[in-house]
C-alpha cells in the first residue's frame, strides 16, 4: 500500500505533492486552456488572419502597382524613342528644306546674273551701234571736208550728197 499511496505522493527535496493536488491544477489548466483558446485564441487567431489578409492585399496591390510602373516606364521609353524619332525626321527634313532652299537662291541668282549679263550685252550693242553710226557720220563728215578741200567746189551740192551716200552705204557694208 505503501507504493500505492507513494504513487500519488511525490516526493520532492522542498516538499511533497499530493495527487489531489495535481489533479487539480491539471483540471485548472484544462479549464485556462479552455478558456484561452474561446476567449483569447480565437479572437488572436481571427487578428492574426486579418493581418495576414491584409498583408496579403497590400502584396497583391504592390504587385499590380509594380506592374503598372513596369508598363509605364515602358510606354515612357516608347513615348521617348517616338519623340526622338519625330524630333530626327523634323532634323532630316529641316535639313532637306535648308539644301532645297540653298539651290533655290543659286537658281534665282544665277538667273539674276544671266537677265543681267543679258542686259549688259544688248546695252554694249546699242552702245557699239550708236559708235559705229556716230563713226560713220563723222567719217562722211570727214569725207565730205577732203574731197572738198581736194576738188576745191568743182562739184555740185547734188553731186556731193549722191558721193556721201554712196560712202555711208560702203562703210555699212564692211561692217
Not at 17 to 41: C, E
Not at 66 to 93: G, P, V, W, Y
Amino acid at each position: 500500500m505503501q507504493l500505492l499511496e507513494s504513487g500519488f505522493i511525490i516526493q520532492a527535496e522542498i516538499g511533497g505533492l499530493q495527487g489531489g493536488n495535481m489533479l487539480f491544477a491539471i483540471i485548472s489548466f484544462l479549464a485556462l486552456l479552455w478558456l484561452l483558446r474561446k476567449y483569447a485564441w480565437g479572437p488572436l487567431m481571427n487578428k492574426m488572419e486579418e493581418r495576414e489578409n491584409h498583408i496579403a492585399n497590400e502584396i497583391d496591390i504592390a504587385e499590380k502597382n509594380r506592374t503598372d510602373a513596369e508598363k509605364a516606364s515602358r510606354e515612357a521609353n516608347d513615348q521617348l524613342k517616338a519623340t526622338r524619332q519625330e524630333a530626327q525626321q523634323i532634323i532630316e527634313d529641316a535639313k532637306k528644306a535648308g539644301v532645297e532652299q540653298e539651290k533655290a537662291i543659286i537658281e534665282a541668282a544665277n538667273q539674276a546674273a544671266a537677265r543681267l549679263k543679258k542686259s549688259a550685252e544688248e546695252d554694249i550693242t546699242r552702245e557699239k551701234e550708236k559708235a559705229i553710226e556716230a563713226l560713220q557720220a563723222q567719217v562722211a563728215t570727214l569725207s565730205v571736208q577732203i574731197a572738198t578741200k581736194v576738188i576745191e567746189k568743182e562739184i555740185n551740192a547734188k553731186d556731193q550728197e549722191q558721193l556721201i551716200s554712196d560712202y555711208i552705204k560702203e562703210v555699212g557694208e564692211e561692217r
